[in-house]
Antibody, heavy 119, light 107 residues
Framework: QVQLQESGPRLVKPSQTLSLICNVSGGSISGSGYYWSWIRQHPGKGLEWIGFIYYSGSTFHNPSLKSRVTISLDTSQNHFSLKLASVTVADTAVYYC???????????WGQGTLVTVSS | EIVLTQSPGTLSLSPGDRATLSCRASQSVTSFLAWYVQKPGQAPSLLIYGASSRATGISDRFSGSGSGTDFSLTISRLEPEDFAVYYCQQYGHSPHTFGGGTKVDIK
């Protein structure tokens, strides 16, 4: 059973870069058939898809986040990461990593980590 | 971007009742629609994919239907653990988008 776990700083200052890692166990991120994704949820609100990366390195991110998002894979560590640049208080949210079936539905989620943007 | 509108925002029901949740898309997503449940303090989890296929281990009390722009999730008999928030997600068009959620609470 694949498991995902987010890690990274819980507090980030405005204008800095939010950086998170998703450690994957029980499955390889190098295999085909899945995308590796980041989703966030603002406090008390709904879900927002940030983007995903395929094992080949192809990425896609939500245009609403413009060019602030970088998603990358580290196959040697079996983890993938998220960097969100130039954060503001509006980026305060619970960030989830997830494994996405190749057709697009999310089969496995990490437990989520709350990242607060504050000075 | 495809907008998913879920209704109602809140559904107040009793254990044993039947629940019907709606998800409407701003344009066709064919059958590329999933439903998730989120309990307080937890990550969402997959219930239904492909509009009507139950995920592994999901009770047959849960059923999904619809195609194109109109979808529904039905819970045939509510159990105490079913009182939660339900989200639909379309993955037919990028960016993938989620509905705003329907909260099923105890009447």
């Amino acid at each position: 059973q694949v498991q995902l776990q987010e890690s990274g700083p819980r507090l980030v200052k405005p204008s800095q870069t939010l950086s998170l890692i998703c450690n994957v166990s029980g499955g390889s991120i190098s295999g085909s058939g899945y995308y590796w994704s980041w989703i966030r949820q603002h406090p008390g609100k709904g879900l927002e898809w940030i983007g995903f990366i395929y094992y080949s390195g192809s990425t896609f991110h939500n245009p609403s986040l413009k060019s602030r998002v970088t998603i990358s894979l580290d196959t040697s560590q079996n983890h993938f990461s998220l960097k969100l640049a130039s954060v503001t208080v509006a980026d305060t949210a619970v960030y989830y990593c997830a494994r996405v079936h190749s057709s697009g539905y999310i089969g496995h989620w990490g437990q989520g980590t709350l990242v607060t943007v504050s000075s | 971007e495809i907008v998913l509108t879920q209704s109602p925002g809140t559904l107040s029901l009793s254990p044993g009742d039947r629940a019907t949740l709606s998800c409407r898309a701003s344009q066709s997503v064919t059958s590329f629609l999933a439903w998730y449940v989120q309990k307080p303090g937890q990550a969402p989890s997959l219930l239904i994919y492909g509009a009507s296929s139950r995920a592994t281990g999901i009770s047959d009390r849960f059923s999904g239907s619809g195609s194109g722009t109109d979808f529904s999730l039905t819970i045939s008999r509510l159990e105490p653990e079913d009182f939660a928030v339900y989200y639909c997600q379309q993955y037919g068009h990028s960016p993938h988008t989620f509905g705003g959620g329907t909260k099923v609470d105890i009447k």
